[in-house]
């Protein structure tokens, strides 16, 4: 158990819809990355939020948008999904606002049919 | 654009005997290297790093090599053992920067 939560473990939704995935970082960590990785291939890099703050950016998608709030949980925010998005999301957190050791969650389970 | 790739999807090994995980990388500017597994239901596990400023990195059965000139690591196992069997990923960054870029990950085998 990496210390990392997300909620939910699966989620299927349709074409068009909105949905939100949560993550709860380690205790004390004050880094949250977001990661997709679709069918074979490798996790990609979205985003990364420091104490708040947006901090680097990736391969991530105008309709999605991601947020840090105060209590330094996140949320990644997917709209207008397509059957592309469907993948399984990652979140990692580190302690600091650069390359440490990432600690990944479990990953949510997204099918867009 | 695949800037690391793992060109092995699967490895299989007996017990015991060597496995050697490979990764090929393109951008030269990377400089922080990182090996992560994974097993199913779970999220990737940090396993073992390298700086670009060394050739080689060793911890207990897991050893990095890196060649920067041919633009490659390995990722070394001795002993493999079953509880080995899981996905490797390689991964690299900038500057010690915040963005890993990963590869596609190989599947390992480690038979008893």
């Known amino acids: 158990d990496s210390g990392v939560t997300q909620t939910p473990k699966h989620l299927i939704t349709a074409t068009g819809q909105r949905v939100t995935l949560r993550c709860s970082p380690r205790s004390g960590d004050l880094s949250v990355y977001w990661y997709q990785q679709s069918l074979d291939q490798g996790l990609q890099f979205l985003i990364q939020y420091y104490n708040g703050e947006e901090r680097a950016k990736g391969n991530i998608l105008e309709r999605f948008s991601a947020q840090q709030f105060p209590d330094l949980h996140s949320e990644l925010n997917l709209s207008s999904l397509e059957l592309g998005d469907s993948a399984l999301y990652f979140c990692?957190?580190?302690?600091?606002?650069?390359?440490?050791?990432?600690?990944f969650g479990p990953g949510t389970r997204l099918t867009v049919l | 654009d695949q800037q690391v790739k793992q060109n092995s999807p699967s490895l299989s090994v007996q017990e015991g005997r060597i496995s050697i995980l490979n990764c090929d990388y393109t951008?030269?500017?990377?400089?922080?290297f990182l090996w992560y597994k994974k097993y199913p239901a779970e999220g990737p596990t940090f396993l073992i790093s390298?700086?670009?400023?060394?050739d080689k990195n060793e911890d207990g059965r897991f050893t990095v090599f890196l060649n920067k000139s041919a633009k490659h690591l390995s990722l070394h196992i001795v002993p493999s053992q079953p509880g080995d069997s899981a996905v490797y990923f390689c991964a690299a960054s900038l500057e010690y920067g915040n963005k890993l870029v990963f590869g596609a990950g190989t599947i390992l085998r480690v038979k008893s």
């Open positions: 951008n030269s500017m990377f400089d922080y």
């Open positions: 990692a957190s580190s302690v600091g606002g650069t390359i440490d050791e990432q600690f």
């Open positions: 390298i700086s670009s400023i060394k």
